[in-house]
C-alpha cells in the first residue's frame, strides 16, 4: 500500500477562493480524520468519518468547511470561501480501528499546505 | 471535554543525555496513550504507545510511562543523539475514538 495519499501537497490561493484538499486513506481502514496544523493552535482534529460517515464533526471552525467521504478511498476537505487564517497544513489520517494490537495507531499523509492570501 | 496538557513546550539537551516529556490528561476514559515524532517538514509517525494495563513500556532507547490514577503519563529517551531532534506529541483515544494531541515539545539535541 502506497500510505495515506493527500493533493494538494501545497496550494497557494487568494482570499475568498474556493479550496478542495483530497485524501485517499490506505485500504482497509475504516476510519479517516482531518487535522489542522498551525504553529499557534498545533494539531487540531477537525473532523473524522467511520465507515464513509461522519462521527464528529465539532473541530470543525464554522460553516466556511465542510468534508465529505463518498467512499471508502477518498475524502475531500472543502473552505469555501478561504481567509488568510486558514492558512496552515491540513493533514488527513487513517486508522483500522478496533481492539487488536496496532488498530488505533493513526497513519498520516503527507499533508497539504495551505497558504490563502 | 477531552484536554491533554504537555511539558515542556521546549527541550535543549546534551547528546548523551536524557530527556523526559510529560502528559496530564482530564478523561478517565481514555484507555490509549501514543506518543508521535514530527520531524520538520514531515507527518508525524508514531513511536510508541501505551495501553491503560500496562504502567511501563519499552522500546530500545524509549520508554513510555503511565500513572492512571494521576492521569499523566511521560516519554523517556536515553542517549540522546542529534537525529532525535525533532517535536514530539503525546496523545490519547477518547471514548468517541478521536485521537486528541498535546501541544508538543521541540527537542533541541546538542552534539
Known amino acids: 500500500d502506497a500510505g495515506v495519499i493527500q493533493s494538494p501537497r501545497h496550494e497557494v490561493t487568494e482570499m475568498g477562493q474556493e479550496v478542495t484538499l483530497r485524501c485517499k486513506p490506505i485500504?482497509?481502514?475504516?476510519?479517516l480524520f482531518w487535522y489542522r496544523q498551525t504553529m499557534m493552535r498545533g494539531l487540531e482534529l477537525l473532523i473524522y468519518?467511520?465507515?464513509?460517515?461522519?462521527?464528529?464533526d465539532s473541530g470543525m471552525p464554522e460553516d466556511r468547511f465542510s468534508a465529505k467521504m463518498p467512499n471508502a478511498s477518498f475524502s475531500t476537505l472543502k473552505i469555501q470561501p478561504s481567509e488568510p487564517r486558514d492558512s496552515a497544513v491540513y493533514f488527513c489520517?487513517?486508522?483500522?480501528?478496533?481492539?487488536?494490537?496496532?488498530?488505533?495507531?493513526?497513519?498520516f499523509g503527507a499533508g497539504s499546505r495551505l497558504t490563502v492570501l | 471535554g477531552e484536554n491533554v496538557e504537555q511539558h515542556p513546550s521546549t527541550l535543549s539537551v546534551q547528546e548523551g543525555d536524557s530527556a523526559v516529556i510529560k502528559c496530564t490528561y482530564s478523561?478517565?476514559?481514555?484507555?490509549?496513550f501514543p506518543w508521535y515524532k514530527q520531524e520538520l517538514g514531515k507527518r508525524p509517525q508514531l513511536i510508541i504507545d501505551?495501553?491503560?494495563?500496562?504502567g511501563e513500556k519499552k522500546d530500545q532507547r524509549i520508554a513510555v510511562t503511565l500513572n492512571k490514577t494521576a492521569k499523566h503519563f511521560s516519554l523517556h529517551i536515553t542517549e540522546t543523539q542529534p537525529e532525535d531532534s525533532a517535536v514530539y506529541f503525546c496523545?490519547?483515544?477518547?471514548?468517541?475514538?478521536?485521537?486528541?494531541f498535546g501541544a508538543g515539545t521541540r527537542l533541541f539535541v546538542k552534539a
Open positions: 485500504s482497509g481502514h475504516d476510519y
Open positions: 478523561d478517565s476514559a481514555s484507555n490509549y
Open positions: 496523545a490519547l483515544l477518547t471514548g468517541g475514538f478521536k485521537t486528541i
Open positions: 501505551i495501553r491503560s494495563n500496562v
Open positions: 489520517a487513517s486508522t483500522a480501528g478496533g481492539l487488536i494490537s496496532g488498530a488505533n495507531v493513526l497513519t
Open positions: 468519518f467511520n465507515n464513509n460517515v461522519p462521527i464528529d
